[in-house]
C-alpha cells in the first residue's frame, strides 16, 4: 500500500524554511559547490542559507510556489510560465548584488556565462519552441528522508498543475540519483551539461584536466505515458 504523504504550500512566508533546508539538502551537491568554488567548504557550508534566500526570494518575486512534504522533510520552488527566476532585476531586488560581490568575477561568469547560458540553449531545445513552461527551480529532501517518495510526492503534485495547463515542466537534475528519479517519472534527458570542464573533477574538487561537473537538462510533457498522474 502506498505511503500517503502530506501536501502544503505556501509563498513568502515559507522563505526561511526552505533556504534552511536546501541549505542542508544541497550541502554536497557538486553545481552548488562549482558555483561558490571560490569558498573553502566551511565557509559555502556556512553560506548555504543565504545564498538560497536570495534565490528563493527572486523565485517569490516571480510568482513561484513553495511546497512541502510530511513537516519539512522535503521541499521545491515551482515557477510558473512566463517567469524567469535569474532576471537582472528580480535578482537585484531579492538583494542578490551581495551574492555576486561575495562570488566574485568568477563566480559571476560561472553562474551566467556557463549555467544559465549552457542551460538556456539547452532550452531552446528541448522545448521545441514552446514559450510557456512550469520550471522546478529546486527539490531537495532531508538527508535522512529520501528514498521514502517525498520528492516523487512533491513532483507528481507539480505534474498535476502542469497536466490541467496542458504544459511541459523543466528542470536540471543536479546528480545521477535525481536523474534517474525523473527518468523513472516521464521526464527525458534533452542534454547532459559539463561545467568547468578541464578544470575541475565531478565533484567541483579542483583538478586541472579534470572532467567537470555534470548536470542533465530535463523536460516532462503532459500526456506522458509513464507515470499515471491520479495514483
Known amino acids: 500500500m502506498a505511503q500517503t504523504v502530506t501536501i502544503t504550500h505556501g509563498k513568502d512566508e515559507l522563505l526561511d524554511a526552505v533556504a534552511s533546508l536546501n541549505g542542508r539538502a544541497f550541502d554536497t551537491d557538486p553545481v552548488i559547490a562549482y558555483m561558490l568554488l571560490d569558498m573553502s567548504q566551511e565557509e559555502r557550508l556556512q553560506y548555504l542559507p543565504i545564498y538560497w534566500t536570495k534565490l528563493v526570494k527572486s523565485a517569490l518575486l516571480n510568482d513561484a510556489l513553495i511546497t512541502e512534504a510530511d513537516g519539512w522533510k522535503a521541499a521545491s520552488v515551482f515557477v510558473p510560465p512566463g517567469k524567469y527566476v535569474n532576471g537582472v532585476w528580480s535578482l537585484l531586488w531579492a538583494g542578490f548584488l551581495s551574492v555576486l560581490w561575495r562570488i566574485g568575477f568568477t563566480g559571476v561568469k560561472r553562474l551566467w556565462t556557463e549555467f544559465s547560458g549552457m542551460t538556456d540553449n539547452a532550452k531552446r531545445k528541448g522545448l521545441r519552441g514552446q514559450k510557456r513552461y512550469y520550471y522546478i527551480f529546486s527539490i531537495g529532501t532531508e538527508h535522512e528522508?529520501?528514498?521514502?517518495g517525498l520528492a516523487k510526492a512533491i513532483i507528481r503534485n507539480h505534474q498535476q498543475?502542469?497536466?490541467?495547463?496542458?504544459?511541459p515542466i523543466w528542470l536540471e537534475a543536479?546528480?545521477?540519483?535525481?536523474?534517474?528519479?525523473?527518468?523513472?517519472?516521464?521526464?527525458e534527458d534533452v542534454e547532459k551539461i559539463v561545467l568547468g570542464q578541464g578544470k575541475v573533477a565531478?565533484?567541483?574538487?579542483?583538478?586541472?584536466?579534470?572532467?567537470?561537473?555534470?548536470?542533465?537538462a530535463m523536460v516532462w510533457w503532459p500526456n506522458s505515458p509513464e507515470v499515471p498522474l491520479d495514483s
Not at 161 to 167: N, R, V
Not at 202 to 216: K, M, N, R, T, Y
Open 145 to 148: 528522508h529520501r528514498g521514502k
Open 202 to 216: 565531478e565533484d567541483a574538487s579542483i583538478q586541472p584536466g579534470g572532467p567537470g561537473v555534470p548536470l542533465w
Open 174 to 187: 543536479t546528480s545521477p540519483g535525481s536523474r534517474h528519479l525523473y527518468l523513472s517519472m516521464g521526464f
Open 161 to 167: 498543475t502542469a497536466q490541467a495547463k496542458k504544459l
